[in-house]
């Protein structure tokens, strides 16, 4: 990729990062620790259903990477695949609404369905996506990214100054979602010259394999995001609402570094350059979050500013915690798409080992600092586990025992490649 494409993209991520976390600063600070906890509760729970979108648009910039040839078959059917899949998202989470509702104890079936109006589109954007980053297109792509931050900040920002409740923070959202999937549509209007076709790029193979991706990074993101729920259930509501502000630094630090993520991914999936370019991409993750990490110790009058103000000062010195969890996060995302880019599939049972440790060691924490060093410490032992994998399956590449992995979602890398 070239330097004019990366410095595109790095920068619209960096602007989607900013005000996709103004956007959760400013709810932080106008709707308070309580009922902050509830919307970040359900921005946690509408994260771990982007697993599909994210899911999707490691397919298609897959795929589409390897056989070129393809594209005109692979974006006609991950739009199609997109759409039913939008479609089944949005009405899974609508019946499940009082489930929602139960388990982020929002007493509003209302707020818990909107869940539901803001996962439709935005699992439709990560098909579009995709096709996008597959192509290497990285204006319209960055368009894409600057596209779902900015509408958020200023429609959700309006609303809450309207009406300060979660139900309206998360309206904000919903509606602002549709603004990425308007660009993507506007990017894709054109219609492509007919190509080669595949029984390889059918809709049954990329469903499988959106299948296979989406239960990869539903494991990571369930990981990431099961400890407010796990603060939810065991600390008292003000605590969770601190535990909530800090998690604001953690996903700042965790998705700070996300443009290498996209960079780097189709690098990933080709065996030559899979392990330098995985280590070099850790790398440049663990400078920055070192570098956050010490901000957030020596200026944490500063540090705790960012997480919502006076209101949280309870938890000032610990934020450079969360800023070090951030950063073991940002390095597990990583790891999580080299598995996608080898479908090393077998590693996942690592990730969900992991989340069933947080979610039963968690219930021991009784104060916030207790619950971010269980969850630091769980997740730093993941990290080496998929470092050492990681390690193995490059010694392996090099010793010409495993073969790239196929274009194909039925064929995995090799057997036991993961």
Not at 42 to 69: E, H, W
Not at 119 to 135: D, F, K, N, R
Not at 237 to 255: M, R, S, T
Not at 360 to 371: E, I, K, S
Request: overall charge positive; glycine content about 8%; hydrophobic content about 60%.
């Amino acid at each position: 990729m070239n330097l004019r494409g990366g410095s595109v993209i790095a920068v619209a991520m960096g602007v989607m990062n900013v005000t996709t976390y103004g956007y959760t600063i400013v709810a932080a600070r106008l709707l308070g620790p309580r009922d902050y906890g509830a919307f970040a509760a359900l921005m946690g729970v509408l994260l771990v259903i982007m697993v599909v979108s994210l899911a999707l648009q490691a397919t298609a910039a897959r795929r589409i990477a390897a056989t070129p040839d393809h594209v005109h078959q692979i974006e006609r059917v991950i739009l199609r695949v997109g759409l039913q899949a939008a479609a089944g998202v949005g009405l899974v989470c609508l019946v499940l609404t009082p489930v929602i509702d139960r388990v982020v104890r929002l007493e509003s079936l209302g707020t818990a369905a909107l869940t539901a109006f803001a996962a439709a589109p935005l699992t439709l954007m990560g098909a579009q996506a995709g096709i996008l980053q597959g192509e290497r297109r990285w204006f319209p792509l960055a368009l894409i990214y600057i596209a779902a931050g900015v509408p958020r900040l200023a429609i959700g920002t309006g609303l809450i100054l309207w009406r300060p409740t979660e139900f309206a923070a998360l309206l904000g959202v919903a509606l602002a979602a549709w603004f990425p999937v308007l660009v993507g549509w506007w990017s894709l209007r054109h219609p492509r010259q007919p190509g080669e076709e595949s029984e390889e790029h059918s809709t049954r193979a990329l469903w499988h394999e959106t299948f296979h991706n989406s239960n990869t990074l539903f494991a990571f993101f369930a990981l990431s995001n099961v400890d407010i729920l796990v603060a939810r259930n065991v600390l008292d509501p003000h605590d969770a609402g601190l535990y909530a502000g800090g998690l604001i630094l953690v996903k700042a630090v965790l998705f700070l570094p996300q443009f290498v993520v996209v960079l780097a991914f189709p690098s990933m999936a080709d065996a030559s350059a899979a392990r330098s370019t995985l280590f070099k991409s850790l790398v440049v993750v663990v400078l920055l979050g070192a570098v956050t990490s010490a901000a957030a110790a020596l200026l944490s009058r500063l540090a705790v500013v960012f997480v919502g103000g006076a209101q949280y000062s309870s938890i000032q010195h610990e934020l450079w915690l969360f800023a070090l969890l951030g950063t073991v996060l940002s390095m597990l995302q990583l790891l999580i798409y080299s598995v996608l880019a080898r479908q090393a599939r077998r590693a996942v049972l690592f990730v969900w080992g992991a989340l069933l440790a947080v979610v039963a060691a968690g219930q021991l924490a009784d104060a916030v600092n207790g619950l971010v060093l269980v969850v630091l410490g769980i997740d730093v032992l993941l990290l080496l586990a998929l470092l050492g994998v990681a390690v193995l399956h490059g010694q392996r590449a090099v010793a010409g025992t495993v073969p790239a992995a196929s274009v194909g979602s039925r064929v995995p890398a090799a057997p036991g490649a993961d």
